[in-house]
Nanobody, 125 residues
Framework: QVQLVESGGGLVQAGDSLRLSCAAS????????MGWFRQAPGKDREFVAV????????YYTTSVKGRFTISRDNLKNMIYLQMNSLKPEDTADYFC??????????????????WGRGTQVTVAS
């Protein structure tokens, strides 16, 4: 069992930066792939970024490549999403999620077993 709690969201101007954090509890945290997803009002939840449990592989959706960076600290049971050059279209609720798979990683939110409640990010133009 893993509990996830996101923080770090807020209201910013276009071009600003934010760092989202996700605190995980559970002694097997280091064995989970961890992903960030987002959901804008009236839209489906979409994949943003994932980091393998080994920490040596990351993947991003095209719209955030070069602007967002996902990282993890397995000693602290933390996941981060550094978001730079934010755009109004980045406005959404952001969720961290845990996936148990041991091979590869998934971009599908239905494959993730554990979820946080989300943190809201609003980017004003």
């Amino acid at each position: 069992q893993v509990q996830l709690v996101e923080s770090g969201g807020g209201l910013v101007q276009a071009g600003d930066s934010l760092r989202l954090s996700c605190a995980a509890s559970g002694r097997t945290f280091s064995t989970y792939n961890m992903g960030w997803f987002r959901q804008a009002p009236g839209k489906d939840r979409e994949f943003v970024a994932v980091i393998r449990w080994t920490g040596n592989l990351t993947y991003y959706t095209t719209s955030v490549k070069g602007r967002f960076t996902i990282s993890r600290d397995n000693l602290k049971n933390m996941i981060y999403l550094q978001m730079n050059s934010l755009k109004p279209e980045d406005t959404a609720d952001y969720f961290c999620a845990a996936d148990l798979r041991r091979v590869g990683f998934s971009l599908e939110y239905t494959d993730y077993e554990y979820w946080g409640r989300g943190t809201q990010v609003t980017v004003a133009s």
